[in-house]
């Protein structure tokens, strides 16, 4: 069963912006969950992009996308979003949104749910 679906990604030019989703299936309580981004880059490991908790919400970001993506989430709709503008070409990856019932946590392995991934590409 997947617990997290992700829409969005595509081919961009750099400088422009691309939104991605992730939704819970039903059989997840999502607004018990804070949600999780990271990406993979071909040949690197998964880094952590961006965070956002169950409540509050707070948010974290990696230094690397601070002030370019925006990461939110409407528990009402069980989806989570990252806003990313003024892509670079360093930005393209595979994209992952993930659940944890942590408070916080820019651990991977930490994570229960992970969505399907979404490749991003930005050109320059």
């Known amino acids: 069963q997947e617990y997290l679906v992700q829409t969005g990604g595509g081919l961009v030019e750099a400088g422009g912006s691309l939104r991605l989703s992730c939704a819970a299936a039903s059989g997840l309580t999502f607004r018990s969950y804070s949600v999780g981004w990271f990406r993979q880059a071909v040949g690197k490991e998964r880094e952590f992009v961006a965070f956002v908790s169950a409540s509050d919400p707070m948010t974290r970001y990696a230094d690397s996308v601070k002030g370019r993506f925006a990461v939110s989430r409407d528990n009402a709709k069980s989806s989570a979003y990252l806003q990313m503008s003024s892509l670079k070409p360093e930005d393209t990856a595979v994209y992952y949104c993930?659940?944890?019932?942590?408070?916080?946590?820019?651990?991977?392995?930490?994570?229960?749910?992970w969505g399907q991934g979404t490749q991003v590409t930005v050109s320059s």
């Open positions: 993930a659940a944890t019932p942590q408070y916080f946590s820019s651990d991977g392995r930490t994570y229960h749910y």
